[in-house]
Nanobody, 115 residues
Framework: QVQLVESGGGLVQPGGSLRLSCAAS????????MGWYRQPPGKERELVAT???????NYGDSVKGRFTISRDNAKDTVSLQMNSLKPEDTAIYYC?????????WGQGTQVTVSS
């Protein structure tokens, strides 16, 4: 069973930064894609960023240039560095794994950007 545990969410002022982390267990960090999605209040879940095991990244248009995704295959973790945060970045952020064992979601971590 794959388990994903997110951490690092919280309240931050506009223009500030946060770093989210996702610790994965129950997987072999082989060929897979890890990523972050978010669900703003009253809206559908949307792509934030993904990173393949080979390092290829993909970003949602609204976060390009502000967010950076990275992974540590030795520690089975994926991180999201979020800079220049805006109120519209407020959402629940979910970690995602897609690989040989299937597709899994973490339980989510709340990010609130407000003054």
């Amino acid at each position: 069973q794959v388990q994903l545990v997110e951490s690092g969410g919280g309240l931050v002022q506009p223009g500030g930064s946060l770093r989210l982390s996702c610790a994965a267990s129950g997987i072999a960090f082989s060929i897979n894609v890890m990523g972050w999605y978010r669900q703003p209040p009253g809206k559908e879940r949307e792509l934030v960023a993904t990173i393949a095991s080979g390092g290829i990244t993909n970003y949602g248009d609204s976060v390009k240039g502000r967010f950076t995704i990275s992974r540590d295959n030795a520690k089975d973790t994926v991180s999201l560095q979020m800079n220049s945060l805006k109120p519209e970045d407020t959402a629940i952020y979910y970690c995602r794994y897609i690989g040989p064992k299937g597709a899994f979601w973490g339980q989510g971590t709340q990010v609130t950007v407000s003054s």
